[in-house]
């Protein structure tokens, strides 16, 4: 039966509409539109399809694979590249993502010419650094940087963009958000540009969306954890009414034994290069998982029992079961944190299946 395939992720398309529809109406008090990020789930078509029944028209994804696949099942949405493009996938960006982020001058020309050989015009919005320092163009060279774009055929810039608490965790406060539209103010007065989606972040911006009187000029946030688990990524805190457990990650019990705590014998480094710590809790019912760090991020696995995850090698994970009486055959389930969740959807070796029921 397809219930009993292991390892597997069950998707709840249920949830996810259910977060989708109320983020939509939540940000929406403010005019905020949203851009649903789908590289955390590998551009899965149906999930795809469940952001743009619940009014979510624009799908962004850092992976070109992801685009070409949700296009090529029929998703009709707006692409957005999330990821700065490479110039070795230039052409490419042009025919999948409608949109593309960029930060790079010699990247936007190289999407001209090739915008211009597919007699198309493509659109880009412009990632401006706000501290995060990740990718983005400092504030200070964004103004010679828009006129040498404006000169260029073939490419339209529709907006900016920032991202926030992503690499260096840095917060999108109150000030940081008042920058923001300060400076699309300004791109827009200076170069009489209009800005389609000024995008403000991503789903760490809640708690300052939620407190704040005014949103300025931020029109646009991308969300991606906010949908698939629920909760806003400065602290990891459930949003009200939203489900966390739209996904659950199920593998099975391929050994049970009573083992002692400790590795005996002369200690090295294993398999990873690593060398572990264990504590001396004497016997303890040992139980070994069929999945190990090649399946799935096995740190942001959450037991739903209570058990502890000891560690796990490439394709093994090593549990204490404690008091549990678990045998070989038993299915274990997990909650997954965003890792967890990103490796489970990307990984060939996990079986995903959906289901529509709450």
């Avoid at 397809?2 to 992720?9: A, K, L, W």
């Avoid at 949203?34 to 469940?50: D, F």
């Avoid at 690593?274 to 760090?293: A, H, K, N, P, T």
């Avoid at 394709?315 to 404690?322: C, E, G, P, R, Y």
Wanted: charged share 20%.
């Amino acid at each position: 039966m397809i219930e009993s395939i292991i390892p597997r992720v069950e998707i709840n398309l249920a949830k996810i509409a259910h977060n989708a529809a109320k983020l939509v109406e939540i940000y929406g008090t403010k005019n905020i539109e949203l851009m649903g990020v789908t590289k955390t789930v590998c551009g899965a078509p149906e999930i795809a399809k469940t952001l743009l029944d619940q009014g979510i028209h624009m799908l962004a994804d850092s992976k070109l694979l992801n685009l070409k696949k949700m296009r090529d099942a029929g998703i009709k949405a707006n692409f957005v590249l999330l990821r700065i493009p490479a110039l070795s996938e230039i052409d490419s960006v042009v025919k999948n993502a409608d949109i593309s982020i960029n930060t790079e001058l010699s990247v936007i020309k190289k999407l001209s010419e090739a915008a211009l050989r597919n007699n198309t015009v493509h659109k880009i919005m412009l990632m401006i650094e706000m501290g995060d320092l990740r990718e983005g163009i400092m504030p200070e060279n964004i103004d010679n940087f828009i006129q040498e774009v404006l000169g260029l055929k073939g490419i339209k810039m529709v907006g900016i963009s920032v991202n926030f608490a992503c690499f260096g965790g840095v917060q999108p406060n109150e000030q940081k958000m008042n920058d923001v539209s300060k400076l699309a103010s300004d791109v827009e007065t200076k170069f009489s540009l209009p800005l389609s989606y000024v995008s403000g972040g991503n789903s760490a911006n809640y708690n300052w969306f939620m407190a704040a009187d005014s949103v300025g000029k931020v029109n646009n946030l991308r969300l991606g954890e906010s949908i698939y688990l629920g909760r806003e990524t400065l602290n990891r805190m459930a949003i009200p009414d939203l489900y966390t457990d739209a996904f659950t990650f199920v593998t099975e019990i391929i050994e049970s034994k009573t083992k002692p705590s400790i590795p005996y014998g002369e200690i090295g480094q294993n398999a990873f290069g690593d060398f572990q710590q264990f504590e001396d809790r004497g016997q303890m019912s040992r139980v070994i998982l069929g999945v190990g760090s090649q399946d799935v991020l096995v740190a942001g696995l959450i037991p739903m029992l209570d058990i502890e995850i000891l560690g796990s090698s490439s394709d093994h994970t090593v549990l204490d079961a404690k008091k549990n009486n678990l045998v070989v055959g038993d299915e274990v389930t997990f909650n997954l944190n965003y890792g967890a969740l990103l490796s489970v959807m990307t990984s060939p070796y996990v079986y995903k299946k959906y289901n529509n029921s709450i």
